[in-house]
């Protein structure tokens, strides 16, 4: 199956900066696109907030929150996800999850199959004031 796997958490001051990442992978066949790939956070108790998306054409939105602030791109070589986050601030603490609705991959034996609604597992960010 797909899987998708975030990196780059961590504990930072604030004004420091953290780049996280988000890689798709297919335990079998390989991956041959991947749609719009999305940002969140969530801090318990809390909704889950859309960050910033990043289409496969290179459309690109971002929360007002963030604004000016974050950077969200995309390798398709390396089926990643990044989001460059400059200016941080303790209110940006929170769990970071990648999304990414729709994977289309091939196996010689199978064919194409879609994949829907993939979720990571979450990477921690600890903004200290």
């Known amino acids: 199956q797909v899987q998708l796997v975030e990196s780059g958490g961590g504990l930072v001051q604030a004004g420091g900066s953290l780049r996280l990442a988000c890689t798709v992978s297919?335990?079998?066949?390989?991956?041959?696109?991947?749609?719009?790939m999305n940002w969140h956070r969530q801090v318990l108790g809390k909704p889950r907030e859309l960050v910033a998306s990043?289409?496969?054409?290179?459309?690109?939105d971002y929360a007002n929150s963030v604004k000016g602030r974050f950077t969200i791109s995309r390798d398709n070589a390396k089926k990643t996800a990044y989001l460059q986050m400059d200016s941080l601030k303790p209110e940006d603490t929170a769990v970071y999850y990648c999304?990414?609705?729709?994977?289309?991959?091939?196996?010689?034996?199978?064919?194409?199959?879609?994949?829907?609604?993939?979720w990571g597992q979450g990477t921690q960010v600890t903004v200290t004031s």
């Open positions: 990043i289409a496969s054409g290179g459309r690109i």
């Open positions: 999304d990414v609705p729709y994977i289309l991959t091939t196996e010689e034996a199978t064919g194409d199959k879609e994949h829907h609604n993939y």
């Open positions: 297919a335990a079998s066949g390989s991956i041959l696109s991947i749609g719009t």
